[in-house]
């Protein structure tokens, strides 16, 4: 039978089991989401600020020198430095309940399942993801996969005539993977060494399950892991990914491959807050639980430990 009491009663059923529904979805990972891995995050931000200042660094200029006891001419090194600005944006996902469900789940003894606030802490993983790889048009900002002040290069042709990794090679793919590992090496004057190259999906599953030749069983990628340059010259594995977005980024809405540093220092994105729900809340005969987040887009913070390569 219902009460007028039945909307407050079923408020602090919500909000009782929320004390055991948020700590089970806090703990869970989502490992189907890859910015965790990809793209270094950082916390440290305070919760509710609105811009976050940085340096895009480039090259180090000065070099180590001999000087007397008496001499004060000790030499200094310096970098080149461009000022930028992250702006920090508020987003949310929440979920909720009417009043029916939670009257009933309530007179029969039934316990809330996390499904909805598992939903809602999912889709707040989906939007992270998406901002840290290709960025939010609406927002203006752009990711670790379309940022502008990465250089793009392009693949060059291989012995068929065209620069597409599905007419190439082994030892052409091999090839163009080197010659961008080589590239950010001799042009930061062996400062910096990508450990990191991303994929689209169709070009990752070339790569991953085409062989050598068909007397062998090494694929392409095994080969590529190997005899790469960055672990030929390091001793340590070069990471090689598959990401969504990278198959018509490229000149020409070609694919785009993209090799970097996978440090903070070079590569960074900032969620100051990373998603809460706040107190369950009645409105009319809903009951809603809002979730808040705040971040920033995708800082390139030494543009010079990264390059595209469009074309493949």
Known sequence: MFTTDAP??????????QNY???????REYPDFQYRELVPVDNSAPEWTTAIDFF???DDV??????????????????KLDNGNSRVFMAGIGYRYN???LAHAQAYGITLTNDRADAAKRKYEQFVDGVAFLGRDKLGVKGLLNTASVTALTAANGALGTATWTTKTADEILKDVNDVLSVIFTASNGIEQADTILLDQDRYAL?????LDATMTTT????????NIY???????????????LENLGAGGTHRMVAYRRTPDVVKMHIPMPHRFLQAERRLLKFEVPGIFRLGGVEIRRPGAVRYLDGI
Not at 21 to 27: D, G, R
Not at 207 to 211: D, H
């Open 220 to 227: 392409i990628l095994e080969h590529i892991q190997r005899a």
């Open 62 to 79: 000065g070099e180590a020198s001999e000087f007397s006891a008496d001499g004060d001419d000790i030499p200094f090194v310096d970098f």
């Open 231 to 245: 672990t030929i010259r390091t001793g340590r594995p070069l990471t090689i990914r598959a990401v969504f977005g």
């Open 207 to 211: 790569i991953a399950t085409k062989r």
């Open 99 to 101: 009043l029916q469900e």
């Open 21 to 27: 529904i948020e700590p089970v979805i806090y703990k």
């Open 56 to 58: 895009s660094m480039g």
């Open 8 to 17: 407050a009663l079923a408020l602090n059923f919500l909000r009782t089991a």
